[in-house]
């Protein structure tokens, strides 16, 4: 793989590997910066790969972010039309023409067959909770005397004394909080376990592959086969069940967090 201040003549942008049965020609997809997108088979495997002279690098990050969608889409689309892909690193590069590309394939034949029979009908999904956070503040005082306590505390006391009253009920309040997290976390991943190949909890902060997720306390990313959708749906739905609680889950994706990290 290219650095992102390598030199190079000429060199193929690579997406993904798929499996491709049949002719891979109708393949059309618009790459980063308006490229243009195909797929170089060999023996049954193809490299979905854009021309390019450099590096995609730059400053701009509403640029970097455009590109990396765009990165996202043509896997997206390469896992429609092919099955589950092997998607690269965003701007993996081969230096070389396409003889160069299709070289690579067959050095890394054996690896690549590997990876995408293990891969084969699993995807990536991802579920993000919210909770009503005034209802589960609600629930904790109910649940916890020592909250309660602070809280009858702080409506008490005069205003110097109920600063710092307040600092230790939200101390209370964040650990309780944290517990409730970690407990909704167990949950989700003890009735997945049967049903997913691997699971990962995200940090809640983290929406890669999701717009608006700055409300979930609570998200996970795992890999599964596809015939199990309908089963995690009714596990998620059991979970929704539960009052306050809005469960988002989005897939199937092309396996981002679970695919082997792949360098030409």
Known sequence: MTESDSKFEEGRYLYCVVNVDDDAADFSETGIDGGSVSVLVRDGMGAVVQPCESPFDSDDLGRVREWLLTHQSVVDAAGQAFGTPLPFRFDTILKGDDDAVLEWLADQSETLETHLAELTGHWEYRVGVAWDEDRVQDELEADDAELAELRAKVEEANEGTAFLLKKQYDNRLRDLRRARQEELTARL????????????????????LDSDSSDEVVQVAFLAHEKREGEIGELLDDVAADPGIEIRFTGPWPPYSFAPELDA
Do not use: H, N
Request: net charge negative; no cysteine.
């Open 189 to 208: 991943r003890e009735g997945l376990d049967p049903l997913v190949s691997e699971f990962e909890v995200l940090d809640s902060s983290r929406g890669i």
